[in-house]
């Protein structure tokens, strides 16, 4: 396919720590398209409700929040990635409202670009369904919660390897029962385990499939 071409949507869905987030954010890099992290969103959302001292029990205070949040302000990572913050973005994201004023937000992300990455939970099934390519990253829980911990660690974060296995399980559990728009895999995405590869190795995968490099 050739990058010039046209203007194309790539789509990026998996479980928390699966390496999703990095690759999608190389592989912008590397094609100068447009990135977005749709789980920052939802942290965004957790991290206010909380400054703001608002809580789950008043979803209409959290949409006007989410009216006022300038998306595209950045917050440092390690007030957005701890504990409190991830677990209420996930029982955020069981809400069809807020899922709604965020799609609206995702939606208008992609227009009038060359080319967006995008990843998340649900972009490959409902945000946009028609992506021209989806990939579905999936790792072994403990593998993944290894990489988590040693991110938050990085970050100065002190927490117990085994509870950050916890945490992941109970937060992918959320996010694949949920009733609106749950974790899944689009029938036509690639699926991508990522337990055995690097960062490098996952690239190259998509890489190839986008016959870009
Ligand atoms: O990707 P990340 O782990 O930062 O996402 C935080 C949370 O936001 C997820 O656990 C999930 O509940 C929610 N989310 C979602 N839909 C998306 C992206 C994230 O429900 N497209």
């Known amino acids: 396919m050739n990058k010039k071409s046209k203007s194309i949507i790539i789509a990026f869905d998996g479980t928390a720590a699966s390496g999703k ?14 990135y977005l992290d749709t789980g920052l969103m939802f942290r965004k959302v957790a991290y206010f409700s909380i400054k703001n001292k608002v809580n789950l029990s008043n979803i209409e205070k959290i949409c006007e929040l989410i009216d006022r949040i300038d998306f595209a302000k950045p917050i440092p990572l390690s007030e957005i990635y ?6 209420l ?14 799609l609206n937000i995702q939606r208008e992300f992609a227009k009038g670009k ?31 919660a290894r990489r988590r911990y040693k991110q938050l660690q990085k970050m100065g974060k002190s927490i117990k390897l085994q509870k950050v296995l916890e ?12 009733k609106s728009a749950p974790l899944l895999k689009a029938d036509d995405s690639m699926l991508i385990d990522t337990t055995q590869m690097t ?9 190839n499939k986008l016959k870009f490099k």
């Open 114 to 144: 060359n080319g967006i990455v995008v990843d998340g939970r649900d972009i490959g099934t409902v945000v946009f369904p028609n992506a021209d390519f989806k990939f579905f990253f999936d790792a072994n829980i403990e593998e993944r």
């Open 167 to 178: 945490y992941l399980k109970i937060r992918d559990k959320r996010d694949i029962e949920r």
């Open 21 to 34: 987030g990095t690759v999608a954010k190389s592989l912008a890099e590397k094609l100068r398209y447009d």
């Open 199 to 207: 960062i490098e190795e996952s690239l190259n995968i998509i890489l």
């Open 82 to 87: 701890f504990d409190e913050v991830s677990d």
């Open 89 to 102: 973005s996930s029982k955020i994201a069981e809400f069809n409202i807020i899922r709604e004023k965020l």
